[in-house]
């Protein structure tokens, strides 16, 4: 049975009248989370409501003997179910034969395939993009020295046997350049700030940099910062 079939059979239990509310639920909950990172946490807990909701055919038949039974079943009812209880118990079966249990029963199992949860691929983009986010990024205006210097080592080593030392060495740049947003504001509000852009243009750049931090961003918003913590998402391309 593939995982396909088994979440078909989940959902028929769920519809049958003789699943309960706690396994409904549990069913919604696993549903919800397929395919997404709480998936297998979901899958454990569906599996252990279906281990406590399904029916041994012992307790069946301890209710089927029970007042309980005649009271929601009347007399008839009550004696036609113990019958069926005793075929039940002749043929070997484990559990109730209902609805529910039935498919209870079936995906309990072969449960290791919902536990079975394999990682989403990730869908890392090809080492061409980010040369060209590289260079794109070296050639903006608010690229620092130092990490045009560095990319520009890069790009003399690829395809040679000092390529991986050029990519991490890039990679420690941009960790050290990419500028953090509380760097940012302090740099738009300092002296510095006048002296290199004027009064006037530093007061803008000051309001521009408050706006960026309370608007949540981390890092600054520039070419350089933007392209520069495209490259570091995806490093491990540039280190393979």
Do not use: W
Not at 49 to 77: H, N, V, Y
């Amino acid at each position: 049975m593939d995982k396909q079939e088994l979440i078909k059979r989940i959902k028929a239990m769920s519809a049958a009248k003789t699943c309960c509310p706690d396994l409904k639920r549990a069913v919604q909950n696993y549903l919800i989370a397929l395919g997404k990172p709480g998936e297998k946490i979901a899958a454990k807990n569906l599996i252990a409501e279906i281990e406590e909701d399904i029916m041994p055919i012992e307790e069946l038949a301890t209710f089927a003997r029970s007042a309980r039974a005649i009271q929601i079943l009347g007399k008839e009812g009550a004696k036609k179910l113990l019958a069926h209880v005793d075929e039940l118990e002749k043929i070997g079966a484990k559990y109730c034969d209902c609805p529910a249990c039935t498919h209870a029963a079936e995906i309990l199992k072969h449960k290791e395939i919902l536990l079975d949860v394999k990682k989403p691929a990730e869908n890392l983009p090809d080492k061409k993009t980010l040369l060209e986010k590289l260079k794109t990024m070296a050639a903006s205006p608010s690229c620092y020295p130092d990490l045009r210097k560095a990319v520009q080592s890069y790009f003399d080593a690829l395809g040679t046997d000092k390529e991986k030392i050029a990519a991490e060495n890039l990679i420690d740049e941009l960790e050290d350049d990419v500028e953090p947003i509380d760097l940012l504001v302090i740099f738009a509000h300092s002296n510095r700030a006048i002296e290199m852009l004027g009064a006037e243009r530093a007061k803008i750049f000051a309001a521009n940099a408050d706006a960026l931090k309370a608007s949540g961003a981390k890092y600054c918003n520039c070419l350089a910062c933007t392209l520069g913590l495209e490259v570091l998402k995806y490093k491990k391309v540039l280190l393979v």
